[in-house]
């Protein structure tokens, strides 16, 4: 990142659309290139670390990866220990969660990739208090953003906003002219419409949709309930087991669990239908585990988890003083827990982006040149997420062709391997925590033990 350095300031004055992860994250490079930062956002935010509206998915686990903690802790030093102290488990991901791969249970030995598990509420809170704090961040609550403003040709200049509550002509209205505006609104973006509006050609999208659902409650254990582990992680194993599930450690001594259904299996939201799912894993651990727990909350679900790619970066034509970030670009299918991860990598590319901003700030081509450096940041994430999907024979959006299938048969030897190796099992998991890149299963101390082979027999067929 950037040094903060007040030469280093190329502009006046940037507007942030959203204010969940990937909009506070790209607010905080933003402070060190523009004199002012205004984040607009259609919710009131909660005091403390409560549950909002446009954030739906707080009501379900959130994993943040290593990869995503490591930047976090870069942009706002001491985070990770603050997380902690208002009651974040610190997780030891290959000591402390019991993890059943599609190959069997992962071997547990103690490593570095020790993250906190928490809420997302609590996350956001913390990361927004950082960036309500910052002396050139601000925060406009409860406006909607509605339109881009492009007084003088084909160039974005601003944004209008509308107070929540209020509809068209009732006021209300107000224009906010910004050198750069940052669309950080998430899945439901406006950006295609809004850029069509202005005379720019339809962005094209890939969808690759394995049609899964959540269902998630929060529990607390019950009294002597200890049960040797911190969290457990039932991973789908499509084609042949399409549910899984996670109990997911959070602050207070709690624990969410969620359950998930690919292929239109949707977990349930009722009590005993849900108990019923559980116990329909392809472990009693899970089912056992839950038993000994109360329910605290309703138990609520969720569906939209397609993974949804816009091509912002095919535009032959980009408006200056504009860019698309986090999940308005890239949405992916959150079970394997990347969103968050990958939208503070794109904050670390946007910073870099900003640094390269010349005196005429914001051009078209340099709009453009980020938002391709984004996707190709984006690239080896979505093919992780999305290789994953296509297992399933229900996905829909792309086919597997012949590489992917021989892909497939190695990454099933690597995950069988890594039930006994631990060299293998903490490269996997450092791949899934983005912090290396897939091409390290390649690597020949991967490559020779997988090859070497694992009888099923020796694999642990209990969790060890
Ligand atoms: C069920 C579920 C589970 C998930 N689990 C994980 C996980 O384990 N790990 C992980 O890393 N990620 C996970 N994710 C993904 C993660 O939530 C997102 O990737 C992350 O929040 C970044 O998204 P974002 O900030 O781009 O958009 P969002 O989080 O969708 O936020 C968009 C924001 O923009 C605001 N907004 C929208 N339109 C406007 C407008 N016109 N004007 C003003 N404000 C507007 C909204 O109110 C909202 O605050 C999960 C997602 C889901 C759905």
């Known amino acids: 990142m950037s040094k903060r350095d007040p030469l280093a300031i190329r502009g006046e004055y940037a507007v942030v659309i959203g204010g969940s992860v990937a909009g506070l994250l790209a607010a905080r490079v933003l402070a060190d290139h523009f004199e002012r930062v205004t984040v607009v956002e259609r919710d009131h935010f909660p005091a403390g670390d409560g549950m909002r509206k446009g954030v739906p998915q707080g009501l379900h686990p959130h994993v943040l990866l290593a990869r995503g903690r490591e930047i976090l802790e870069t942009l706002f030093p001491g985070l990770t220990d603050e997380l902690v102290a208002a009651g974040a488990v610190r997780m030891n991901f290959t000591a402390d969660l019991l993890n059943l791969s599609p190959m069997g249970w992962g071997v547990r030995f103690p490593s570095a990739i020790i993250e906190p598990a928490l809420t997302r509420p609590l996350l956001e809170s913390r990361i927004r208090r950082h960036v309500a704090a910052h002396p050139r961040l601000s925060f406009v609550e409860g406006c909607d953003v509605v339109g881009l403003l492009a007084a003088h040709g084909r160039d974005v200049d601003g944004v209008r906003i509308r107070q929540r509550g209020q509809t068209e002509g009732e006021g209300g209205v107000e224009d906010l002219a910004a050198n750069l505006v940052v669309d950080a609104s998430g899945r439901t973006s406006r950006s295609p419409q809004w850029l069509q509006e202005l005379g ?7 969808v690759i949709n394995s049609f899964l659902g959540y269902s998630t409650a929060t529990f607390e254990p019950l009294a002597g309930f200890e049960p040797g582990w911190k969290g ?41 239908e849900f108990m019923a799912f559980a116990r329909s894993l392809r472990t009693p651990i899970f089912y056992e585990a839950i038993r000994n727990m109360r329910r605290l909350t309703p138990i609520a679900g969720y569906r939209t988890t397609e993974n949804r790619l816009r091509h912002y970066e095919r535009l032959v034509a980009w408006p200056g003083g504009f860019v698309v970030v986090g999940d308005a670009v890239c949405a992916f299918n959150p079970v394997y827990g990347q969103g968050m991860s990958a939208a503070a990598m794109g904050a670390l ?13 914001a051009t078209g081509a340099w709009g453009q040149r980020f938002q391709k450096r984004l996707a190709a940041r984006n690239a080896s994430v979505w093919q992780l997420a999305t290789g994953a999907d296509l297992r399933s024979p229900a996905t829909e959006g792309a086919l597997p062709g012949p590489l992917d299938r021989l892909m497939y048969r190695y990454l099933d030897r690597v995950f069988l391997r890594s039930t006994v190796d631990p060299q293998v099992a903490l490269t996997v998991v450092e791949v899934l925590h983005l912090q290396k890149p897939a091409s390290a299963l390649l690597h020949p101390r991967i490559l020779w033990p997988t090859l070497q082979g694992v009888s099923r027999s020796t694999s642990h067929p209990q969790p060890t």
């Open 232 to 272: 457990l992680y039932i991973q789908p194993a499509p084609p042949t087991h399409l549910r899984g599930g996670v109990i997911w450690p959070v602050e207070g001594g709690r624990w969410m669990v969620g359950l998930v259904g690919m292929a239109r299996d949707y977990p349930p939201t009722d009590e005993a």
């Open 349 to 361: 590319e946007l910073d870099g982006a900003l640094g390269e901003l010349a005196a005429d700030g």
């Open 200 to 206: 720019y050609p339809a962005v094209a999208e890939t």
